[in-house]
């Protein structure tokens, strides 16, 4: 009789987790429809930064190339902030049409779906500059969520102090470029 107990804790652990993940899912869906709105902010501020950057050549001209440079990471991090966005949604998407068809969140669900999220963060880390600072975020996310799906439960490693500061890396070092991820 104390083994029932056991095993519903672990029951209600587990569908907590899932109710917790498709509660985020459904927010970070909602706040999707908001880009439309964000897009033109950003492309206002590297409008402005050229001008300043013309200002600069005539006082140095050894300025000129570094401040060109970060408008140009400014650009590829959009860039790759966008397919995060996708690769996020995608994975959420893979959740919660799971548990839409009535499928149980089991452990090998949960690891399938880090699993693959980790593959498409691999790609998009790969694609950026080693210097960006979202290229960077989406490395240490990507090691955390690679370890969350090589978990024996790995529900319970996403909600890890770790995991949850990388996720909010990413999402801070993509909000200068205007596109809204939310891991």
């Given at each position: 009789?104390?083994?029932?107990?056991?095993g519903?804790?672990?029951?209600?652990?587990?569908r907590?987790?899932?109710?917790?993940?498709?509660?985020?899912?459904?927010?970070?869906?909602?706040?999707?429809?908001?880009?439309?709105t964000?897009?033109?902010?950003?492309?206002?501020?590297?409008t402005?930064?050229?001008?300043?950057?013309a200002?600069?050549?005539s006082a140095?001209?050894?300025a000129?190339?570094?401040?060109?440079?970060?408008?140009a990471?400014?650009a590829?991090?959009k860039?790759l902030?966008q397919?995060l966005?996708k690769?996020?949604?995608?994975?959420?998407?893979?959740?919660?049409?799971?548990?839409r068809?009535?499928?149980e969140?089991?452990?090998?669900?949960f690891?399938?779906?880090?699993?693959?999220?980790?593959?498409?963060?691999?790609?998009?880390?790969?694609?950026g500059?080693?210097?960006?600072?979202?290229?960077?975020?989406?490395?240490e996310?990507?090691a955390?969520?690679?370890?969350?799906?090589?978990?024996?439960?790995?529900?319970?490693?996403s909600?890890k102090?770790?995991?949850?500061?990388?996720?909010?890396n990413?999402?801070?070092?993509?909000?200068?470029?205007?596109?809204?991820?939310?891991?």
């Open positions: 009789m104390p083994r029932e107990p056991l519903f804790a672990g029951v209600n652990r587990i907590s987790s899932a109710l917790a993940l498709t509660c985020a899912s459904v927010l970070a869906l909602t706040a999707c429809g908001g880009d439309g964000a897009a033109p902010t950003p492309s206002a501020t590297p402005t930064a050229p001008a300043t950057t200002a600069a050549p140095t001209p050894s000129a190339p570094a401040t060109s440079a970060p408008t990471d400014a590829g991090d860039k902030c397919a966005k690769a996020g949604n995608d994975s959420k998407q893979a959740l919660v049409s799971a548990l068809s009535g499928k969140p089991t452990p090998a669900l690891a399938k779906v880090y699993t693959d999220m980790a593959k498409e963060l691999g790609k998009v880390a790969g694609s500059s080693p210097d960006s600072r979202v290229v960077t975020a989406v490395a996310f990507r955390q969520v690679t370890e969350a799906a090589a978990a024996a439960d790995p529900a319970a490693a909600e102090p770790a995991f949850q500061k990388t996720g909010a990413v999402t801070a070092a993509c909000e200068p470029t205007g596109v809204d991820v939310n891991f």
